[in-house]
């Protein structure tokens, strides 16, 4: 059996590792370079190439650096993801189709072209989806997706069965989040030791980040939300798809008789969080929720109540018509820190853009990371016990391998090498 890990060995996200066998070959992830990438974006041919021979591509979730270019996959290829994850990603494609048509509509063509979406909702038509511990079957190679936490809804990590060896791959995964108690639980009880563990390492080289759980962030924006026991009026800068993060700032909300206020798009998100999740614990319920504009005396209310409106780095304009009604408002800033404060090539423009419109004394950064701590990457580690090889993937060249707190034999089985992107392992 060989594994290959075409991308990723030394850059976060951007990740496509291979599984294959004398007959059988599968990809996990196919993403898409994260902006300031250290390498090149593959080329139309290089993924065909990657994905022409394969039975399958399966994702662990749907974030860009994982799924991105799935629309390119060679055709005939079937490819595979979450069903609750589906469901997001075809809700995100279509409101940027629909934002394309009304940008082509308006005459906008520079601002139409990033948001056509037509290859991907074709190429979505085609996906299939599976449910968590549906084992899949691929000639000699089986797949079982297992829930994790990760800052996207319905994130898996595989347990790869093939040629009588298991693999784990974990995907993006973190222990601080909501669905994150179970991982000490889920590993010896579903999975026991493995052969190989390919497991992400982003906090390898970020070990100064300040890591809370989601808990915590909820009682940060409550203790915002009634300051001086005034009303607040707050915008919250965060994903419009991490399940996590908007169930915090909803629950802060709830406990403080205040509203979470949202476009229609995002409302469709959380309605497939509240169907899907709802039914399995209230803080996925997301029903004191307001869409914008939704009837005439919204403001009035809102004012009274205070609010949390989140807002998406696209959404500079809409913030700033809020705005003009809620002078007073202030900035929740509640994604990573580097696309406002990082390097060049880290920052976002449009993030950039929306931070500078608040004072320091209205702006608060809230935030925990999506990615596993190195106790937590040191405790998978322990608890799969890896016999043959474990491989760092999603991880930047700072990583510091000596954080880890694992035995010295499992040390030595570490492959961390700064010099390839690519790796390539016969396993025997
Ligand atoms: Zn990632
Ligand atoms: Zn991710």
């Not at 139309?44 to 390119?72: M, P, Q, R």
Request: include cysteine.
């Amino acid at each position: 059996m060989n594994i290959i890990i075409h991308r990723g060995t030394t850059q976060i996200g951007g990740c496509v590792t291979e599984i294959r066998s004398n007959n059988d070959r599968i990809i996990i992830d196919l993403g898409s370079n994260l902006q300031g990438a250290p390498s090149r974006e593959f080329s139309d041919k290089e993924i065909f190439n990657i994905t022409e021979h394969a039975n399958a591509v399966l994702y662990t979730h749907y974030h860009g650096d994982h799924v991105g270019l799935f629309s390119k996959v060679a055709d005939g290829v079937p490819q595979y993801i979450g069903e609750g994850a589906f469901m997001v990603m075809k809700c995100k494609n279509e409101a940027l189709q629909h934002a394309y048509d009304s940008a082509l509509k308006r005459g906008d063509r520079d601002i139409a072209e990033e948001l056509n979406k037509e290859q991907e909702l074709k190429a979505l038509k085609e996906m299939n989806t599976f449910n968590a511990e549906d084992t899949l079957t691929f000639g000699g190679i089986s797949v079982t997706p297992f829930f994790c936490s990760h800052s996207a809804f319905d994130s898996y990590m595989f347990l790869i069965e093939c040629e009588n060896k298991k693999i784990l791959h974990t995907g993006d995964f973190r222990e601080h989040g909501y669905l994150g108690k179970g991982l000490r639980k889920l590993i010896p009880a579903k999975i026991g030791q493995v052969d190989v563990l390919i497991i992400e390492g982003t906090m390898l080289g970020r070990n100064t980040e300040n890591v809370r759980h989601e808990v915590q962030i909820k009682s940060c924006v409550g203790h915002l939300l009634i300051q001086k026991s005034e009303r607040k009026h707050l915008f919250a800068l965060c994903s419009s798809t991490d399940i996590d993060r908007l169930a915090s700032l909803h629950k802060a909300c709830k406990e403080h008789g205040a509203w979470l206020v949202c476009d229609i798009y995002q409302k469709q998100v959380l309605d497939i969080f509240s169907e899907r999740a709802g039914k399995y614990s209230d803080l996925f319920s997301f029903d004191r929720v307001k869409v914008l504009g939704e009837d005439k005396h919204f403001f009035d209310e809102i004012r009274i109540t205070g609010f949390v409106m989140l807002i998406r780095p696209s959404r500079h304009a809409l913030m700033m018509k809020v705005m003009h009604y809620f002078p007073d408002a202030e900035l929740i800033y509640s994604m990573w820190h580097g696309y406002y404060a990082g390097t060049k090539e880290q920052l976002n423009e449009k993030v950039v853009e929306i931070v500078s419109e608040f004072p320091k004394t209205k702006f608060h950064e809230i935030h925990t990371s999506g990615h596993a701590t190195i106790a937590t990457l040191s405790e998978v580690i322990r608890l799969t016990n890896p016999r043959k090889a474990i491989i760092p993937i999603h991880r930047s060249k700072e990583s510091d391998l000596s954080l880890l707190q694992i035995s010295d034999k499992q040390r030595e089985k570490v492959l961390l090498d700064n010099n390839s992107n690519r790796r390539e392992l016969s396993i025997e």
